[in-house]
């Protein structure tokens, strides 16, 4: 084999024509230019893409004019034709070592050769272009697959060359060299013959041909899951603590790469299967139930599920649907990682779904989402509120309860609906913010505390009513919350009510006046013949501010 | 590459077609003819066409014709005009023509009259030197004639059986290599992919080749030259039933490694002979799972990983899923695996096994999986697979209806499962047989001493092994 380019040398016959070595030399400078922008800048990018159009061109040129571009490819050169057209030490990261490295003898591009095409081959050379010890691929193989119409190559199998071939029959044996067949139940001597094959049975029909043509395209497009079931039927007959671990770190590997390319049957298939291999394991396994613990924690860990925060914009409501099924099926330690979701630009849809899927984490373990309490991210807190809303443990009460006091007033606001519909012990917490410097979060306190009748929330009010002093700007304040009062109270409030309308002196000042109104209002929410009648009284007074008020609520 | 190929074959069976019209059209019309003008027309656009990239080189050799290098395929309709070429040639000394780029200038007249000396050259003494005369005198300076050459032509087909005897090797190595990394650590599936790629762009340009190589035997390196064996029978079925590259190459790394679970089985129990009791059995079937896990184990990308676990753990069940491993999750057997069962299970019953007094014969074996059929095997793979074997598969020793022994070699294309290409084996004079006359049984001459298989027989009754005049005959022998 050569191993440099003092092989290469004039070709016989007659040296190429200078104007085609010197055509190609300015080819492989724009090869190289392109090549490095292919690897500087991005798709789309305009450098990248005009030095990958320029390189097409002068290509299209040369293919024009001379046919064939043959680049013959050394250690540390490239030639056309035995003419050396561009040299470079041979290490990692030169083209012409690259190439060589991987065994590739000569590169040819003909006529037709397209942009695509010649994108790609940069795009594999780059992919290789640093050789890890054991690498996954190579430039052959990638250009085998692709299959570039216009561009043809030579590989030699060049770490073959290392060994000398053996002979047949000459290697050395070794112990566990020969195996048998036997295990081929139908392989077995019958000194009786087999009846002949009659050469139309095995005539291959239309239908027959439709048929492998239809299982030919169900292998090409392939099934994932087929092979994770192989894994699992492998996983519930291998009893030895060494090969189920194998197979589990598989099953993290899969989970990954399918969660990542939104594969989501798969993952699902792996979580709702691997508890059935649980159930099976015998008794001395015992070590196989904190295995597949372990193997939860860690797909649910932000290492595996932070994939999702890329690709979660992109899901339509279906593929949505299936990543629920595998992502309720996840330990809570999850939630963390899930939460941030809660933010990404989605449907209102999807993300109710992610609401009730990390709910549904979080009603097996609070502890995860009770620490994200504590997060300064506004906007996953204001999405995550209606997580601990939709859970009705006394937990996620409290959490809310510490949400009532959060800095967003989206997340107090939700907080307080939340708590109030959880009865009368929450009516009390969220009652605190009733002088929240936020109107709208006082407004949505009293609605939600006038919402109906309601013992506890008219006792509150009550109390809140009987012992405050309300400050002059406070007379919108002082009228809500009495029409609060009007809408839960009862007869039990009327006696307050009578008294403060009209149990107070005649002189007007601003005390007063709000909380006549206010109780007129309360009086007339409530109803009843005896809150009634008490306005009616009132109409009836000496005090013409108190007829007013009177006529005023009475007429509704 | 491969679609290169395609195009060389179907363009260059139009050349030798339009190339003998016109031989037999001047030898019976006057140049004014409409036939001569047309075949001459059809000629002429043949050779544009493949010059198109140059120039065309059209070369006989082993009464096969040569496009460009590539080996045409015998096909029903050409079978005949092939041979009557192919001997017009060898009257004339001709080893082949080579068209120059410059072609294009010249008139479909020129053409003609350039057949018309072909033909007339058979009148004297030395056509070949006459025909060179003519040709210069002539002023055709788009074609040269190249005389027939008695040592083998460095062509690439020469090359390509290079090539596939290189790959048989690597391949052996590479199972080996990967089967001792694999006991002891982490090994890699680099080579082994490249190897595949090989075996694949080989069996897409001579299946028959492969197929031939894979009746290779070695009971000294068993489980290997299984693998390889099987590798290349799974892979020229997949190429037969249109799977794609990429599908061809798993099917093939995977069939290289299907039977490594059994490295590591002890060898008294791979080699006991008699019955095997139920903890061997036990043993013995578990080597899918070893194997399964010894192929996970392997550094190798996750794409394919995943579509070669499958045809490893297949290959001992049904298609029903009963054999072997017990399965509670699968729900169907992939194609590879239902591929890879009959590639194994054919290989394992042509080998020499000490547990039984021979092996089964090809066709013997094809016989006894047919019974099998559906339960054993998917019928339709197994249909496809005689088909592309052919009822006595390329590698058998035959019988022929006049008593004659001979070794199949080829089935060529369109001539029905039991018309193969035969290698009939002449007595040596040494007691032994050596390698006589190719037939062609497809071929339809209305000769009525046309020849029949009868049966297909043991090479033990003759003391011979067929591979041997199979590779021998095909240039594969060396190394051997």
């Known amino acids: 084999m050569t191993a440099g380019i003092d092989h290469l040398s004039p070709a016989e016959g007659g040296a190429i024509g200078a104007d085609k070595l010197e055509a190609a030399r300015r080819l492989i400078s724009s090869l190289l230019l392109a090549r490095k922008n292919l690897s500087l800048y991005p798709e789309g990018h305009v450098i990248r893409m005009n030095s990958l159009e320029a390189l097409a061109r002068q290509m299209g040129a040369f293919l024009d004019r001379y046919g064939e571009l043959k680049l013959e490819i050394e250690r540390d050169g490239l030639g056309i034709e035995g003419e050396i057209i561009h040299t470079e030490p041979p290490e990692e990261g030169a083209l012409p070592f690259t190439l060589y490295r991987d065994g590739l003898r000569w590169l040819a591009f003909t006529h037709g050769l397209q942009l695509a095409e010649l994108t790609e081959l940069l795009r594999i050379i780059t992919r290789y272009t640093l050789l890890s010890e054991e690498p996954e691929g190579d430039i052959v193989t990638d250009l085998w697959e692709k299959g570039l119409p216009h561009i043809r190559y030579e590989a030699v199998d060049f770490f073959w060359d290392l060994e000398p071939e053996a002979e047949l029959g000459q290697a050395p044996r070794r112990e566990e060299d020969v195996a048998s067949l036997r295990e081929n139940t139908m392989d077995h001597w019958e000194p009786t013959p087999d009846p002949a094959i009659d050469p139309d049975a095995i005539e291959l029909s239309q239908y027959d041909l439709a048929q492998i043509r239809t299982m030919v395209c169900l292998e090409e497009e392939g099934d994932p899951t087929a092979y994770l079931d192989a894994l699992l039927d492998s996983l519930l007959q291998h009893h030895e603590q060494e090969n189920f671990e194998i197979i589990i770190e598989i099953f993290e590997e899969e989970f990954r790469a399918a969660l990542a390319r939104r594969d989501f049957a798969v993952t699902f298939r792996i979580l709702a299967s691997l508890p059935a291999i649980l159930d099976a394991c015998p008794p001395e396994a015992h070590w196989a139930a904190p295995m597949i613990e372990d193997f939860f924690l860690s797909v649910s860990r932000p290492g595996t599920i932070s994939v999702l925060l890329d690709i979660w914009p992109e899901l339509d409501a279906v593929q949505a649907q299936k990543a629920m099924h595998t992502l309720r099926l996840l330990q809570p330690v999850a939630i963390p990682a899930l939460a941030p979701l809660l933010a990404r630009r989605q449907s209102a849809k999807i993300r109710d779904m992610l609401v009730d899927t990390i709910a549904s984490l979080a009603s097996r373990d609070m502890a995860p989402l009770e620490s994200l309490i504590r997060t300064r991210d506004e906007a996953v807190m204001e999405k995550l509120v209606h997580v601990f809303v939709r859970l009705t443990s006394e937990r996620a009460t409290k959490c809310l309860v510490r949400l009532i006091r959060h800095p967003s007033r989206h997340v107090r606001q939700e907080a307080v609906k939340g708590l109030m519909k959880r009865g009368p012990g929450s009516l009390k917490d969220a009652f605190s913010l009733i002088e929240d410097k936020d109107e709208t979060v006082r407004t949505l306190v009293l609605k939600q505390m006038g919402q109906s009748r309601d013992e506890t929330a008219e006792s509150i009010l009550l109390q809140y009513l009987q012992n405050r002093d309300f400050a002059r700007d406070q007379h919108g304040h002082v009228i809500a919350c009495f029409t609060a009062l009007g809408r839960c109270g009862s007869d039990r409030s009327v006696p307050f009510l009578r008294q403060t309308l009209v149990g107070q002196s005649w002189w007007p000042s601003f005390g007063r006046s709000a909380v006549r109104e206010g109780a007129a209002a309360a009086l007339a929410g409530i109803g009843t013949p005896q809150s009634l009648k008490v306005l009616d009284d009132a109409a009836r007074s000496l005090n013409p501010v108190l007829r007013r008020l009177a006529r005023e609520y009475r007429k509704g | ?480």
């Open chain 2, 1 to 480: 590459m491969t679609n290169g190929r395609d195009r060389i074959e179907s363009l260059g069976a139009g050349l030798v077609k339009a190339l003998y019209q016109t031989i037999r059209a001047v030898r019976i019309h006057r140049d004014n003819n409409q036939l001569i003008k047309d075949s001459a027309t059809t000629l002429h656009g043949a050779i544009v066409e493949l010059a198109r990239s140059g120039g065309v080189t059209l070369q006989v050799w082993r009464g096969r014709f040569h496009i460009q290098g590539e080996k045409l395929l015998f096909r029903r309709e050409t079978c005949h005009l092939i041979r009557e070429l192919s001997e017009f040639f060898g009257q004339r000394g001709l080893g082949g023509l080579v068209f120059h780029e410059t072609f294009t200038a010249a008139s479909p007249e020129g053409l003609v009259a350039f057949v018309r000396m072909l033909d007339e050259s058979a009148r004297n003494g030395d056509p070949a030197a006459w025909l060179e005369t003519r040709v210069a005198d002539s002023g055709f300076t788009w074609v040269e004639t190249v005389r027939k050459q008695e040592e083998t032509p460095r062509d690439l087909e020469v090359q390509r059986r290079e090539r596939a005897r290189k790959a048989y090797f690597n391949a052996l190595a590479a199972v080996r290599e990967v089967a001792e990394k694999a006991s002891k650590g982490v090994a890699g599936v680099r080579k082994t992919r490249r190897l595949a790629q090989s075996i694949v762009d080989l069996v897409r340009e001579d299946k028959s080749l492969l197929l031939g190589l894979a009746t290779i035997r070695d009971y000294d390196d068993y489980t290997y030259t299984h693998s390889v064996n099987v590798a290349l029978l799974a892979t020229c079925l997949g190429r037969y039933i249109g799977l794609s590259n990429t599908s061809l190459e798993y099917l093939t790394v995977c069939a290289l490694f299907h039977d490594l679970g059994k490295v590591g089985v002890s060898k008294s129990i791979l080699l006991k002979q008699g019955e095997l009791s139920d903890s061997e059995w036990m043993v013995m079937k578990s080597h899918p799972l070893i194997g399964v896990r010894k192929i996970l184990r392997l550094h190798a990308p996750q794409t394919l990983r995943s579509r070669i676990i499958l045809g490893p753990f297949e290959h001992h069940l049904n298609p029903d899923l009963s054999g072997y491993p017990k399965t509670r999750f699968m729900k169907k057997q992939s194609l590879l695996g239902r591929i890879l069962k009959i590639a194994d299970v054919y290989e394992a019953l042509t080998s020499e096994r000490v547990y039984r007094p021979r092996s089964f014969t090809p066709d013997e074996a094809l016989r006894r999986m047919w019974k099998e059929k559906g339960r054993s095997f998917d019928p339709l793979l197994l249909k496809s697979f005689v088909n592309m074997m052919g009822i006595y598969p390329v590698g058998s020793l035959v019988e022929l209806d006049t008593g004659e022994v001979a070794v199949v070699m080829d089935y060529p294309e369109g001539s029905g499962p039991e018309l193969p290409m035969v290698l009939v084996l002449v007595e040596d004079g040494k007691g032994g047989l050596a390698p006589g006359d190719l037939v062609n049984l497809a071929a339809r001459d209305d000769t009525p001493s046309q020849k029949r298989i009868v049966r297909g027989v043991h090479p033990s009754r003759y003391g011979i092994e067929p591979s041997r005049f199979f590779l021998q005959e095909t240039g594969v022998s060396p190394g051997l």
